[in-house]
Nanobody, 120 residues
Framework: QVQVVESGGDLVQPGGSLGLACTTS????????MAWHRQAPGKQRELVAS???????RYGDSVKGRFTISRDNSKNMVSLQLDSLRPEDTAVYYC??????????????WGQGTQVTVSS
């Protein structure tokens, strides 16, 4: 089992910035595909950004050019830098880890979420 823990959520003003961090347990971090999703009240959970074990990156359309995902394998950590924040970015942000299994199947582990609120 992989434990996933997020941190860094806060209340910020529109146009501000915030950094989120996600760490995992164990010694298999380099094998994991990592991602951030977010969910606002009454809305579907959506992909924010992902980064594979090989470092390939994907962003959701709503955050392209504003958010940056990165990983530090020496610290079992993936980070999300949120810039130019807008009120519509307000959501619970979840980190997840995807562990590849035999046969091309992945096992997904979720963190508990961290609240990001963008308001004046």
């Amino acid at each position: 089992q992989v434990q996933v823990v997020e941190s860094g959520g806060d209340l910020v003003q529109p146009g501000g910035s915030l950094g989120l961090a996600c760490t995992t347990s164990g010694s298999i971090f380099t094998m994991l595909h990592m991602a951030w999703h977010r969910q606002a009240p009454g809305k579907q959970r959506e992909l924010v950004a992902s980064i594979t074990s090989d470092g390939m990156i994907r962003y959701g359309d709503s955050v392209k050019g504003r958010f940056t995902i990165s990983r530090d394998n020496s610290k079992n950590m993936v980070s999300l830098q949120l810039d130019s924040l807008r009120p519509e970015d307000t959501a619970v942000y979840y980190c997840n880890a995807d562990l590849p299994l035999n046969g091309g199947v992945f096992e997904r582990y979720w963190g508990q979420g961290t609240q990001v609120t963008v308001s004046s």
